[in-house]
T-cell receptor
């Protein structure tokens, strides 16, 4: 079955540091890949997505590239801000499948 | 507009109460979802409606009863809940139930069962 393995947290960084959150996946078909962000007390917001191999999703300075050869979709940001503190979920959706498979989430804290 | 709205934002109910959670989207999406999220965990899928028909029930106890009155609305009726049902309940929608489209989530209802 489908699964997503995400970097264990929590992750604490200083403001303006470089961020990488690792995500690898297992899927039976040709999935779309997503990063969602959840701020404290809120629902999930779609941060970025990629629908096929070598696609790069980007939004708000965050980027992730769909790597089929390594089955990975790592999230990166060049310079994090305090406002980026949140929980980040990597997720996949296999074609024809109504379900979204989530990773366990990575809690990110940015200190000034 | 990619907004999914949910009401109420917070709900406290006793184990003998009956209450309902509501979800609405006006994006023309034809698939809608209920998730349950416990603290520090990812969301767990409960139900999927595709074109207003229940297509997935993830073995959810019958004290949770979903309803899809039309393509824009989704309800979750609650009855005789247990304290372990306390959680954040998230609604989501997507273009349809079979493609590779993203799901858009609402802000959630924080449910406390006393």
């Amino acid at each position: 079955g489908d699964s997503v393995t995400q970097m264990e947290g929590p992750v604490t960084l200083s403001e303006e540091a470089f961020l990488t959150i690792n995500c690898t996946y297992t899927a039976t078909g040709y999935p779309s890949l997503f990063w969602y962000v959840q701020y404290p007390g809120e629902g999930l917001q779609l941060l970025l997505k990629a629908t096929k191999a070598d696609d790069k999703g980007s939004n708000k300075g965050f980027e992730a590239t769909y790597r089929k050869e390594t089955t990975s979709f790592h999230l990166e940001k060049g310079s994090v801000q305090v406002s980026d503190s949140a929980v980040y979920f990597c997720a996949l959706r296999d074609f024809g499948n109504e379900k979204l498979t989530f990773g366990t989430g990575t809690r990110l804290t940015i200190i000034p | 507009d990619t907004e999914v709205t949910q009401t109420p934002k917070h709900l406290v109910m006793g184990m003998t109460n009956k209450k309902s959670l509501k979800c609405e989207q006006h994006m023309g999406h034809r698939a809608m979802y209920w998730y349950k999220q416990k603290a520090k965990k990812p969301p767990e899928l409960m139900f999927v409606y595709s074109y207003e028909k229940l297509s997935i029930n993830e073995s959810v106890p019958s004290r949770f009863s979903p309803e899809c009155p039309n393509s824009s609305l989704l309800n979750l009726h609650l009855h005789a809940l247990q304290p372990e049902d306390s959680a954040l309940y998230l609604c989501a929608s997507s273009q349809d139930g079979t493609g590779v489209g993203e799901q858009y989530f609402g802000p959630g209802t924080r449910l406390t069962v006393t």
